[in-house]
């Protein structure tokens, strides 16, 4: 059991406006119109190769009863891509996404953060060099990153599938856009 359980192997630093994140209590404030410089870098802590690796930066708005606006255009443009995907991330390397984002309504948005990486899985009972993998769980630093629970498709016989692991930056980074009056 103990061989299913893996320490999360990133290690996130982020950077808004060239200021480095460090989960303070207030949110960050910015004018409506202001560009927000979002740099996300991620360092490979393992002794492994990590595959198929994503970052994805999505804003949101929480509406505070279970509901997230992610999908407003009106409100906050992206000036670059919200995702980048690597085929690979070598121990020790580091991989960084850079995207910048302008907001053209006041009010409160989040920034939710992922990493995803996906595995091939074997699965097959007529060959013993290509048996399934287990599920991996995922350990971290509180408040930094939380991993959801591996994603698998369903096992097919002599087929290759993928396990997904997505590991989020937390808490989510929070930007106040105030008007300009």
Known sequence: MIDNIRL???QW???INEMQHEHQEDPLKVKVGEIVDLRVNLTNNMEELLDD???VVEPFQDQQNGVKLAHFDEHVACMGCNKVIDESLGAGLSLTHTCQYVFFQPGLFKFSMQ???KRPR???KDSPEATPQPERLSLQMPRIS???KPVTTP???GKAQTSLTVWKYRPPIEVLVVGEG
């Open 122 to 124: 074997f699965s097959s």
């Open 13 to 15: 630093s982020v950077t």
């Open 155 to 157: 096992k097919f016989k």
């Open 146 to 148: 939380q991993p959801s």
């Open 115 to 117: 990493c995803r990486e």
């Open 53 to 55: 690796l994503s970052i």
């Open 8 to 10: 999360c192997p990133i």
